[in-house]
């Protein structure tokens, strides 16, 4: 390729080898600490399903640019792997702080992979226009966050810990979003900012894995595992269908159209998320899933013909209406069914108590969104440095500027 293509040979490398060798050290002066590390290995298989989802599914999920897919499906396995490690870094080092208890074996290792849905989420926001030294600091930054958001969450309010953990669909796309907007805009009618059918097809297969498996997400920590399994696929079935029906309704020919099923059948998962181990009637769970779904289809008709471009906000896979939207519902969602749960088994008697509740609920969702928004919009001012080497406008979403590619995959 030309010399015009900025190598990161001098860079990235060697911020790899000193993260590594940190977390090296870390894991072993810990593993000589620790007591039993090991869970009993019946954790595993729901662990299982979450690893497959966050690798498989959302690697996939984010091959929507027709000349981006190798940069999409590698720079999310990089993260994915580096991002655990610093998770569990981040996670001992709270509890060296006091701030949170020490756990020990797959289910700290659950959390950690949990918590990196987060980070790919955001990864969505600005995929194609951060280089991967980029993408390593906001991984960092955000993890820290996340983490910093979650205690709070748990001690000044009180969240039961999984739902702390659960917020990782609210706090990543608006985190990500915050970040996007520190970008420079791509130039208009820029041709590889589109997608292909061989990209809609991959994008597709990871909906479908994420689609699969996000049961087991929202139940991993979960009390009540049944209700959520069981609450979780029902919301999901009907977001599915209801992406079906809406994409032909609103459509100009009635055809389907690949990028509403690509983000609306998820929506039954990120909206059921705060509420499936809670919830005792399916019913409840099927019409979470059905409004999911409408409020992602036309989010995304709102969204990106009038409120995007009036706000400057620039979302390159969609992860505001994928997963922002139907997690705001969902909160929403928390709130009343716990004024309407709570209230008629207290008869409305102690109004004191359920306000409190409702408090709780409301404080947690705007702790988390304004958290995600500010350190995401400082954030994405530290990653516009010069000496991350930002990628110029020109060469966004471009595969050629990290890999090597086949003359053939360039013309395809």
Request: glycine fraction near 8%; charge should be positive.
């Amino acid at each position: 390729m030309p010399s015009r293509y900025r190598s990161f040979r001098c860079s990235l490398p060697w911020l790899l080898l000193l993260l590594q060798t940190l977390l090296l050290i870390h894991s072993f002066l810990r593993l000589r600490a620790a007591g039993d590390i090991y869970s009993p290995p019946s954790f595993y298989p729901e662990f299982q399903d979450v690893n497959h989802m966050v690798i498989f599914g959302f690697g996939f999920f984010l091959v929507v640019l027709r000349r981006y897919g190798f940069s999409s499906t590698g720079f999310n396995f990089l993260l994915m792997v580096l991002g655990v490690q610093c998770s569990l870094l981040v996670e001992d080092f709270l509890v060296f702080l006091g701030v949170q208890q020490s756990e020990a074996g797959m289910k700290r290792l659950a959390k950690a992979v949990v918590s990196m849905a987060a980070v790919l989420i955001s990864t969505g926001a600005v995929l194609g226009k951060a280089n991967p030294v980029q993408l390593i600091v906001m991984s960092l930054v955000e993890l820290i966050v996340f983490y910093v958001s979650r205690c709070i969450n748990r001690t000044f309010l009180q969240v039961p810990e999984h739902l702390t953990l659960l917020h990782v669909h609210l706090f990543g796309a608006y985190f990500g979003l915050a970040v996007s907007s520190c970008f420079p805009e791509p130039p208009p009618g820029l041709d590889k900012h589109r997608s292909s059918p061989k990209s809609d097809l991959f994008s597709v297969l990871g909906t479908v894995f994420v689609w699969v498996f996000w049961p087991s997400f929202n139940s991993i920590l979960a009390d009540s595992k049944k209700e959520a399994v069981l609450n979780t696929y029902l919301a999901l079935a009907v977001s599915a269908v209801a992406a079906f029906m809406l994409s032909a309704l609103t459509s100009k020919d009635g055809k389907f159209r690949m990028t509403h099923i690509h983000s609306a059948v998820l929506a039954g998962g990120v909206t059921i998320s705060y509420t499936a181990h809670s919830i005792q009637h399916p019913w409840i769970a099927m019409i979470l899933g059905l409004l999911g779904s409408g409020i992602t289809i036309l989010g995304s008709h709102c969204l990106q013909r009038c409120f995007n471009p009036a706000l400057k906000v620039q979302d390159t896979s969609g992860v505001h209406f994928t997963f922002g939207l139907p997690a705001v519902l969902g909160a929403v969602a928390a709130v009343v069914l716990c004024l309407v749960g709570k209230g008629m088994d207290q008869q409305w008697n102690d109004l004191s108590s359920l306000g409190y509740l409702i408090f709780v609920d409301v404080g947690a969702f705007c702790q988390t969104i304004s958290t995600a928004l500010i350190t995401g919009l400082i954030t994405g001012l530290i990653l516009n440095i010069k000496l991350l080497k930002a990628v110029h406008v020109s060469k966004y979403f471009d595969d050629q500027f990290y890999w090597e590619v086949s003359f053939k995959m360039i013309s395809d």
